[in-house]
């Protein structure tokens, strides 16, 4: 009898099966990430998009309000900056001013005598009170730092005090005291190179004839009052303390008036201005003018932050671009408002045009600006010149308002975002439900299969059965 064999049947290999009927159902899926993709992409965009509206209005709001700080900035020119130097303010005025300076005004500086060591113990250590009080030394005469004759009168600040025993009663102790207590004196040791070369120094941090010291002494061994107490209207021994510079007002002129102040720096002679006193017995004249080079740095500043936005919103939206917002209406209706709005008149003064300000628009629709022209148009009159940007009709008051409108929650930008953004959350809905039925086929198939190779085994186990059985007859 003839045999007969049966042929092998192998198993399916249900995951390659499974996996490749898988991808060819998740293609749906995979055509949602990419448009999710893409979305993103424009989101992105539009962020970079915001970014340069929002720098464009930084820039224009430094030109579109009456209180822009170039357009009311003043500046304030000496004719010789070591006798004084000065800035000024907004609420400046134009003019020129001479000035004449006849003394500067000082901070008084005493010095004690001498001691060998600055770190050996003065006293016994028991508490002494050190008092300070700051006024004005009129009359007598002084000799060799000291007063006779003198009176003292209180300015009325009121007394400071500190205290030294046996924890500071040193002099670099009671200098560190004195420092730390923050009342107006400054302290330090200097060495004179002597044979007791160190010497404690006391200078008033303010300047002027009311800020003199007066220093008593009370408690201890006496030891500290020796060395500190100062009176200028005592007697010359009651003076422990020698002044080396006495306090002085500054005196000087602006335009023949005379000024007497207790500092140097002067905010309240000419309205506006800081006056900085540098040299005394000297004179030099003062211009105070509108500053244009902070108007002219402010126009630069916006012509960049036009340029920049004007050009990302264009290379954004042209066709062919490859850009995320490549052909985007949003975009190319926001060029159309900036043109519509540059392209305007401004009423309220002489100058009503863009252009007249050295303003005007190149072939790729950016700006550019001629300097001269503006510096032109702002010594021929100033007030027109700022009327043409921050009148209520002015264009950066018009760009200010734009910018707004297009940037607020319910502005032309955030509304398209808004739309990409539901887009964004519809495709994530469709994918969870399709990532569901992706779960529930994939098993389905994995079931189907899985009983297709069972069967298929049993039906091979079958074959192979009966051949056996065939080859025996």
Do not use: C
């Amino acid at each position: 009898m003839a045999t007969v064999s049966a042929a092998p049947t192998s198993g399916l290999d249900v995951n390659a099966l499974v996996t490749g009927l898988m991808a060819i159902e998740r293609q749906p899926i995979t055509k949602l990430n990419a448009k999710e993709a893409s979305y993103q992409a424009k989101l992105t965009a539009l962020g970079m998009i915001k970014s340069k509206i929002d720098s464009f209005q930084t820039a224009v709001q430094a030109l579109n309000s009456p209180n822009s700080g170039s357009l009311v900035a003043f500046k304030a020119t000496s004719s010789d900056t070591t006798v004084v130097s000065a800035s000024a303010s907004s609420t400046a005025a134009a003019g020129t001013y001479s000035l004449e300076v006849t003394t500067l005004a000082q901070s008084q500086k005493l010095v004690a005598a001498g001691q060998a060591s600055s770190t050996a113990a003065i006293s016994d250590g028991i508490a002494t009170t050190v008092t300070f009080d700051f006024g004005t030394i009129s009359g007598g005469t002084l000799t060799g730092g000291i007063y006779s004759g003198a009176t003292f009168t209180s300015n009325g600040g009121g007394t400071k005090s500190i205290t030294i025993d046996g924890t500071n009663n040193t002099l670099q102790g009671i200098r560190d005291a004195i420092n730390a207590a923050k009342m107006g004196v400054t302290a330090s040791i200097v060495n004179d190179g002597s044979g007791t070369p160190y010497r404690l120094a006391l200078s008033s941090d303010n300047s002027g004839l009311s800020n003199s010291l007066k220093i008593t002494t009370s408690g201890g061994d006496g030891t500290i009052g020796t060395l500190l107490a100062y009176d200028p209207a005592g007697l010359p021994a009651a003076q422990h303390l020698n002044q080396t510079v006495a306090s002085q007002n500054a005196d000087f002129k602006v335009n023949g008036i005379a000024i007497t102040k207790t500092s140097n720096s002067v905010t309240d002679a000419i309205q506006g201005v800081t006056l900085t006193l540098n040299k005394q017995v000297a004179t030099a004249t003062l211009t105070v003018a509108r500053d244009t080079t902070a108007v002219s740095d402010s126009v630069s500043g916006f012509v960049k932050a036009y340029n920049d936005m004007y050009s990302a919103l264009r290379n954004s939206a042209a066709n062919k671009s490859g850009s995320a917002l490549e052909g985007d209406l949003t975009l190319r209706t926001i060029q159309m408002q900036l043109r519509s709005i540059a392209g305007s008149a401004v009423s309220g003064g002489t100058m009503t045009m863009f252009s007249e300000a050295g303003l005007s628009f190149k072939v790729d629709g950016t700006l550019q600006l001629d300097s001269a022209k503006l510096d032109s148009a702002m010594s021929k009159d100033f007030n027109d010149v700022a009327n043409l940007f921050n009148s209520a009709t002015g264009f950066m008051t018009q760009f200010n308002q734009w910018a707004t409108a297009t940037l607020t929650a319910d502005g032309t930008l955030t509304s398209h975002t808004d739309k990409i953004n539901r887009s964004i959350k519809d495709i994530g809905t469709r994918r969870d439900a399709l990532e569901l039925r992706m779960t529930s086929l994939e098993k389905l198939y994995r079931r189907q299969y899985s009983s297709l190779n069972v069967m298929l085994s049993n039906m091979s186990q079958t074959s192979t059965y009966l051949s056996q059985q065939i080859a025996k007859m």
